[in-house]
């Protein structure tokens, strides 16, 4: 069974401009959330999709966007890029359960770079 | 609010054991562990929820003291393959508002 995929493995942008990060989860599950992996700061909960609706967000600026496609791939856009957003960008996926994050299966992110 | 993990770093020797705590300062509803390997994806060992359980998962096991708002995480007789960046991340409420908040993890070096 294949596991999270993301894509692009690596991006390199400059300030100002937008960033779209792809994410496709493990066949049956709903859930996706996207995690951001700056150097020292752990994974920062930035989204949570189901059911192509956005759940629940993070303490992030709306120029973090994201959707859920009818096939629960997901897409995460970051507008108007500053250098503090070069991160490692993870996306998990999981089933659904009622009151509780499941386990998460995460992919092996993408790379973002600004300049 | 991002639960709190303590030590930053520790180095081991093969064979010996590790703790590693997870501290929150709002009431739990969960908490779960990941162990991040260098340039690979985190990987799930496990989840407690509130009432004190304790689980085991090989020689790692976790406990989770609700009162107390923290949990550990005990590696007993380490090997090489657990060195990693471990994560706690924890839940403060249940429900549809629920968002799994991760600290900012323990790097775990085991030698020979």
């Known amino acids: 069974e294949a596991g999270v995929t993301q894509s692009p493995t690596h991006l390199i942008k400059t300030r100002g401009q937008q960033a779209t990060l792809r994410c496709s989860p493990i066949?049956?599950?709903?859930?996706v959330y996207w995690y951001q992996q700056a150097l020292g700061l752990g994974l920062q909960f930035l989204l949570w999709y189901d059911e192509g609706e956005e759940r629940n967000r993070g303490n992030f600026p709306p120029r973090f966007s994201g959707r859920q496609f009818p096939n629960y791939s997901s897409e995460l856009n970051v507008n108007a890029l500053e250098l503090e957003d070069s991160a490692l960008y993870l996306c998990a996926s999981s089933r659904y359960l009622a009151g509780l994050t499941g386990e998460l299966f995460f992919g092996e992110g993408s790379r973002l770079t600004v300049l | 609010q991002q639960p709190v993990q303590s030590p930053q770093a520790v180095i081991l020797r093969e064979g010996e054991d590790a703790v590693i705590n997870c501290s929150s300062s709002k009431a739990l509803y969960s908490v779960h562990w990941y162990r991040q390997k260098h340039g690979e994806a985190p990987i799930f060992l496990m989840i407690?929820?509130?009432?004190?359980e304790q689980k085991g998962h090989d020689k790692i096991s976790a406990s989770f003291n609700e009162k107390k708002q923290q949990s550990s995480l005990y590696l007993t007789a380490s090997q090489l393959s657990y060195s990693g960046t471990y994560f706690c991340?924890?839940?403060?409420?249940?429900?549809?508002?629920?968002?799994?908040?991760f600290g900012k993890g323990t790097l775990l070096t085991v030698n020979p």
């Open positions: 991340g924890t839940e403060n409420s249940g429900g549809s508002n629920y968002k799994l908040t």
């Open positions: 407690l929820l509130k009432g004190g």
């Open positions: 066949s049956g599950h709903t859930s």
